[in-house]
């Protein structure tokens, strides 16, 4: 019998990270500090802060589950161990309708950026950036990584510069101003979408040397990168242009630079916010595919999208799919609709991830685990029990239309659970 291809190891430590980084970086900090600012005021960087806290306790508990499960299905793989098939599609359901749509409304902010710079129209623009990273993907993980690598380092300088033109006015505001406490944590619910991307590493874990350790390694590393990256572009943001100011403009960013760097900084940023959109684009995709791939390999999907290519090792059937379905949705809204209807569903996901942990330390108490997450209180976590609570707080501040359309995704997909069960759960 003919052996089936297998995805290729070729991941290593500093390509996983960077994967995360640039994932992490992506479209939300250069588009969301500005309505985040609006909320929160100067104290836009607390809101920054809670926001990595959040995400952090819940990142503790996918090391662990990680190591234990070293599989591309990810979360779908996590709820399944701990509740089994329904559940665990449900919330695969979630990631892949959540991850088209920001596919999508990000390859849209790609468009408009360039659309900008050379007067291309967005929706074609839009489609020919998906196709062409379909391609990219179908190539090769490894050369896909470096394409991330590459822009990622991009990225980063972006907002060392931000960071570099905000030093002298450092201390020139008050950072604790607010228009009200409660705009912090709405603050917070919305730019969780700019967290987003580090559970997407591990989806990588099939094509990682070492997964059980490198994974966890890099998740926290990409967490913490992000976080010192994150408080400092707040910190000069606004204070080098006020906050009311930043919550007016499509841009804000653009806005801090222009202040130092005059007309210049137009172009300058412009070409760097599509260096970070393509590559949020690219991760996304990766990701995504990769989730396709995992749940056809565990049998919930048809199993033509678990088909790995003879000699790229990459699982092209689930990379067109979801490069399609992709391209369908790119007449979704503009990015803040889209970040509450994604964080909606990360929400729920993120939810169930900590429970999951939680559920197996119980049930299954004797199966290893490479990475444990620390301070237990005999078999239960705290941090992930922590991460389940401020998921919860984080979702009640979301927006009454995330709410309606993220609920609307969440029934879509206990409808196809009845289906695929006959009985639903």
């Given at each position: 019998m003919e052996k089936?291809?297998?995805?290729?190891?070729?991941?290593?430590?500093?390509?996983?990270?960077?994967?995360?980084?640039?994932?992490?970086?992506?479209?939300?900090?250069?588009?969301?500090?500005?309505?985040?600012?609006?909320?929160?005021?100067?104290?836009?960087?607390?809101?920054?802060l809670f926001a990595a806290v959040a995400a952090g306790l819940t990142g503790i508990a996918y090391m662990e589950l990680s190591s234990m499960f070293p599989k591309a299905s990810a979360e779908y793989e996590y709820v399944k161990r701990a509740f089994g098939e329904n559940a665990a599609?449900?919330?695969?359901?979630?990631?892949?309708?959540?991850?088209?749509?920001?596919?999508?409304?990000?390859?849209?902010?790609?468009?408009?950026?360039?659309?900008?710079?050379?007067?291309?129209?967005?929706?074609?623009?839009?489609?020919?950036?998906?196709?062409?990273?379909?391609?990219?993907?179908?190539t090769g993980i490894k050369q896909s990584a470096r394409i991330v690598v590459l822009m990622t380092l991009v990225e980063i300088a972006g907002l060392l510069v931000?960071?570099?033109?905000?030093?002298?006015?450092?201390?020139?505001?008050?950072?604790?101003?607010?228009?009200?406490?409660?705009?912090?944590?709405?603050?917070?619910?919305?730019?969780?979408?700019?967290?987003?991307?580090?559970?997407?590493?591990?989806?990588?874990?099939?094509?990682?040397?070492?997964?059980?350790?490198?994974?966890?390694?890099?998740?926290?590393?990409?967490?913490?990168?992000?976080?010192?990256?994150?408080?400092?572009?707040?910190?000069?943001?606004?204070?080098?242009?006020?906050?009311?100011?930043?919550?007016?403009?499509?841009?804000?960013?653009?806005?801090?630079?222009?202040?130092?760097?005059?007309?210049?900084?137009?172009?300058?940023?412009?070409?760097?916010?599509?260096?970070?959109?393509?590559?949020?684009?690219?991760?996304?995709?990766?990701?995504?595919?990769?989730?396709l791939y995992g749940m056809a390999e565990s049998g919930s999907l048809p199993e033509a999208l678990g088909a790995v290519h003879a000699t790229r090792g990459t699982p092209w059937v689930a990379i067109v799919v979801f490069s399609v379905l992709s391209i369908a949705f790119v007449f979704v809204g503009d990015i803040v609709t889209v970040a509450n209807i994604s964080n909606f569903m990360i929400f729920v996901i993120f939810f169930m991830i900590d429970i999951s942990l939680i559920r197996l330390r119980y049930t299954e108490p004797h199966l290893k685990r490479p990475f444990k997450s620390p301070l237990n209180i005999g078999r239960f976590p705290v941090l992930p029990g922590l991460g389940a609570l401020v998921t919860v707080f984080l979702f009640s501040h979301l927006s009454p239309e995330a709410m309606l359309y993220g609920s609307i995704i969440l029934m879509g997909g206990l409808l196809v659970v009845g289906v695929r069960s006959g009985r639903g759960f």
């Open positions: 089936k291809p297998a995805l290729k190891r070729e991941l290593g430590l500093f390509e996983v990270t960077l994967s995360g980084v640039g994932s992490i970086l992506g479209a939300g900090i250069y588009v969301l500090v500005g309505k985040a600012a609006g909320l929160a005021g100067n104290a836009v960087w607390l809101s920054f599609f449900l919330v695969g359901w979630l990631v892949i309708i959540g991850m088209v749509i920001a596919t999508s409304a990000v390859a849209l902010g790609f468009a408009g950026y360039f659309s900008a710079l050379s007067g291309a129209p967005m929706v074609p623009a839009a489609i020919v950036l998906i196709l062409i990273f379909g391609f990219v993907l179908f931000i960071i570099y033109i905000g030093l002298p006015y450092i201390g020139y505001v008050n950072y604790f101003e607010t228009p009200g406490i409660p705009g912090i944590f709405e603050a917070s619910a919305l730019i969780f979408f700019a967290y987003l991307g580090f559970e997407d590493i591990v989806k990588l874990s099939q094509e990682t040397r070492e997964p059980e350790k490198t994974i966890p390694k890099a998740l926290i590393v990409s967490i913490i990168v992000t976080l010192v990256l994150y408080i400092l572009v707040a910190l000069s943001a606004v204070s080098v242009v006020n906050w009311q100011a930043l919550s007016d403009s499509s841009a804000p960013l653009t806005e801090v630079a222009s202040v130092a760097m005059g007309s210049d900084a137009f172009v300058i940023f412009s070409v760097i916010a599509l260096f970070s959109t393509a590559n949020t684009v690219l991760l996304i995709m990766m990701g995504g595919s990769r989730i």
